[in-house]
């Protein structure tokens, strides 16, 4: 029985710590301010709203109820937009590593490469992360991401 060549890589931490993504999801962040600060003051109206009629002892009003509706539906949809965008940008990133990996691994006769949460222990020796991560910030690819527009 011949040795096989493995070696293991933190696919976690090559995302997480790529200048391309971090840059992109900075970039992300400060798109989504504008509609924070819109959502705030929303929830503040509707805060208001709500105390008024807890005041004055009213039955909650259509008015109150069809708003809060409302933005309850488009801050979910922001949500989910946004979570969207960044699992597109992840996956980009996670093709660019494999393309990496499979290359490093045709160059280096590598027989099995294994994640790092896909093991207990391993040495240190046989973990590639730090390669993958320079070759990874060598490259400049493309991380687009749509900005979010209400309906």
């Not at 965008?85 to 996670?94: A, G, N, P, S």
């Not at 990874?136 to 690819?141: A, G, K, V």
Request: no cysteine; hydrophobic share 35%.
């Amino acid at each position: 029985m011949s040795a096989k060549n493995i070696v293991v890589v933190n696919l976690q931490s090559l995302i997480d710590n790529n200048q391309n993504y971090i840059n992109i999801i900075n970039s992300l962040e400060i798109s989504q301010e504008k509609y924070l600060k819109i959502y705030k003051n929303t929830e503040d109206e509707l805060k208001i709203m709500l105390n008024e009629i807890e005041t004055s002892k009213l039955i909650l009003n259509d008015d109150y109820n069809n708003k809060l509706n409302k933005f309850s539906i488009e801050v979910e949809e922001f949500n989910l937009h946004y979570q969207e965008q960044i699992i597109k940008i992840r996956e980009t990133v996670l093709n660019e590593i494999i393309i990496l990996l499979e290359d490093y691994a045709k160059k280096y006769d590598i027989d099995l490469i294994l994640d790092s949460t896909s093991y207990l222990i391993a040495s240190n020796s046989i973990n590639i992360t730090k390669d993958i991560q320079d070759q990874l910030n060598e490259i400049n690819f493309d991380l687009g991401y749509k900005n979010f527009e209400k309906n």
